[in-house]
């Protein structure tokens, strides 16, 4: 029987680097990537088999269409399907990724093997497990860099986004596994604990492609969405909560946002970390199933909690506005503006919004259209070359 590796994710554990690298790099003729067009697959397959509203960050125009999400779980089911038939035609093992899948509910997970099933195709699933208290730092950071993209008057000042993932099921480890083990069989699961210090040169990409037999050249490893650090999370926060409303052009919006964040993680910083307090509320209920989780990841989970406390960290909601001086001389530098009189409060994070907002629009206008365009017109000719 033929072969589909589908990659679930976790959430935060270099789901980007490997769909850029299985979408830009993948030459092993053994095996297709397929995402419909995209880089990240997640808009596909969760489209497939939703119920429900869409969720937003999958589509952002649309997204209360109900017939216009019909119409495309139609044509992924139509896409999809012809490319698991040529991939059986080929004798390839096509690779899918959604981290979204993460997430699937039972009724989700027996479409998809029921698709698979009327092409006579068995799933392979890849499964990075995060530690909690990294996911959770990881995860904040991550709406933290997204959530100005689309800035708009409406969304400034409002409640700090929470810590808690807004699925609870991302965090219920056991729960997760066992649903997946009792579909798809244990046999045909993959699962690797998120720790870089475990992987081949620290690179989960080069970890992915030798657990599913890809053969990938290392200069076609691809970094993507890497972190930052604790004052461009704070310098962000900031921006999100007092900054100028933002373009409506999505493509260069998005683009100005990617250089920004590419600006701020050339800033010399210290890692973003949250203090115990913050977390341990979250992560205690889950706590019991470390035990599970060893024996059937056959590593250690344990994870010291307190580790960075006493290190640079956030321990209230108050700390996001309070900066430290070297990141507020280099923003200053680099906006060539004055420093702000005092480095915590408020005011200061107002006078910071305004110097991230000259940072954002730093390189000239025709510059972020054309890179933006560079950018879409290189994953428009890997999807003509390679059909991905």
Same mark, same amino acid.
């Given at each position: 029987?033929?072969?589909?590796?589908?990659?679930?994710?976790?959430?935060?554990?270099?789901? #980007?680097?490997?769909?850029? &690298?299985?979408?830009?790099?993948?030459?092993? $003729?053994?095996?297709?990537?397929? #995402?419909?067009?995209?880089?990240?697959?997640?808009?596909?397959?969760?489209?497939?088999?939703?119920?429900?509203?869409?969720?937003?960050?999958?589509?952002?125009?649309?997204?209360?269409?109900?017939?216009?999400?019909?119409?495309?779980?139609?044509?992924?089911?139509?896409?999809?399907?012809?490319?698991?038939?040529?991939?059986?035609?080929?004798?390839?093992?096509?690779?899918?990724?959604?981290?979204?899948?993460? /997430?699937?509910?039972?009724?989700?997970?027996?479409?998809?093997?029921?698709?698979? *099933?009327?092409?006579?195709?068995?799933?392979?699933?890849?499964?990075?497990?995060? $530690?909690?208290?990294? +996911?959770? =730092?990881?995860? +904040?950071?991550? !709406? !933290?860099?997204?959530?100005?993209? %689309?800035?708009?008057?409406? &969304?400034?000042?409002?409640?700090?986004?929470? @810590?808690?993932?807004?699925?609870?099921?991302?965090?219920?480890?056991? *729960?997760?596994? =066992?649903?997946?083990?009792?579909?798809?069989?244990?046999?045909?699961?993959?699962?690797?604990?998120?720790?870089?210090?475990?992987?081949?040169?620290?690179?989960?990409?080069?970890?992915?492609?030798?657990?599913?037999? /890809?053969?990938?050249?290392?200069?076609?490893?691809?970094?993507?969405?890497?972190?930052?650090?604790?004052?461009?999370?704070?310098?962000?926060?900031?921006?999100?909560? %007092?900054?100028?409303?933002?373009?409506?052009?999505?493509?260069?919006?998005?683009?100005?946002?990617?250089?920004?964040?590419?600006?701020?993680?050339?800033?010399?910083?210290?890692?973003?970390?949250?203090? #115990?307090?913050?977390?341990?509320?979250? !992560? =205690?209920?889950?706590?019991?199933?470390?035990?599970?989780?060893?024996?059937?990841?056959? /590593? #250690?989970?344990?994870?010291? +909690? =307190?580790?960075?406390?006493?290190?640079?960290?956030?321990?209230?909601?108050?700390?996001? +506005?309070?900066?430290?001086?070297?990141?507020?001389?280099? @923003?200053?530098?680099? &906006?060539?503006?004055?420093?702000?009189?005092?480095?915590?409060?408020?005011?200061?994070?107002?006078?910071?919004?305004?110097? !991230?907002?000259? @940072?954002?629009?730093?390189? $000239?206008?025709?510059?972020?259209?054309?890179?933006?365009?560079?950018?879409?017109?290189?994953?428009?000719?890997?999807?003509?070359?390679?059909?991905?």
């Amino acid at each position: 029987m033929n072969r589909c590796v589908l990659h679930i994710g976790m959430p935060k554990t270099g789901t #980007s680097s490997i769909q850029d &690298t299985l979408y830009f790099g993948l030459k092993d $003729p053994r095996f297709s990537y397929y #995402s419909a067009g995209e880089v990240n697959g997640s808009r596909m397959l969760w489209t497939l088999y939703s119920k429900e509203k869409l969720p937003f960050h999958l589509w952002r125009k649309n997204v209360d269409n109900v017939q216009y999400a019909r119409k495309q779980q139609v044509r992924y089911q139509r896409l999809l399907t012809r490319q698991l038939k040529h991939a059986n035609l080929q004798h390839r093992t096509l690779i899918l990724s959604g981290e979204d899948s993460w /997430v699937w509910d039972e009724d989700q997970i027996k479409q998809f093997i029921e698709l698979l *099933s009327t092409e006579k195709t068995k799933a392979q699933i890849i499964a990075y497990i995060r $530690p909690w208290k990294g +996911f959770l =730092e990881s995860n +904040f950071q991550q !709406i !933290i860099k997204g959530r100005t993209v %689309f800035l708009q008057r409406d &969304t400034r000042g409002t409640a700090p986004p929470p @810590l808690k993932p807004n699925d609870p099921r991302k965090i219920d480890y056991r *729960s997760r596994i =066992e649903t997946l083990d009792a579909h798809f069989g244990n046999g045909n699961l993959i699962l690797r604990k998120f720790d870089p210090k475990d992987f081949q040169d620290g690179c989960v990409v080069q970890d992915f492609c030798k657990q599913i037999g /890809v053969s990938i050249a290392s200069h076609s490893i691809r970094r993507s969405n890497d972190s930052i650090g604790l004052n461009a999370v704070r310098m962000l926060y900031a921006y999100k909560s %007092f900054g100028q409303e933002e373009t409506r052009i999505r493509e260069l919006a998005t683009w100005q946002h990617f250089q920004l964040t590419l600006a701020l993680g050339d800033m010399p910083d210290t890692p973003f970390r949250l203090h #115990s307090e913050m977390t341990n509320p979250i !992560i =205690e209920p889950y706590l019991t199933q470390i035990p599970w989780l060893e024996d059937r990841l056959g /590593v #250690s989970f344990q994870e010291d +909690f =307190e580790k960075h406390d006493n290190s640079p960290c956030i321990r209230t909601w108050e700390d996001f +506005f309070r900066f430290e001086e070297p990141s507020l001389r280099w @923003l200053a530098k680099h &906006t060539k503006c004055n420093m702000p009189s005092s480095l915590h409060g408020e005011q200061t994070a107002k006078e910071v919004a305004k110097m !991230i907002h000259i @940072l954002r629009h730093r390189l $000239p206008l025709v510059m972020n259209t054309a890179m933006s365009i560079k950018r879409r017109g290189e994953r428009a000719w890997i999807r003509w070359l390679y059909g991905r």
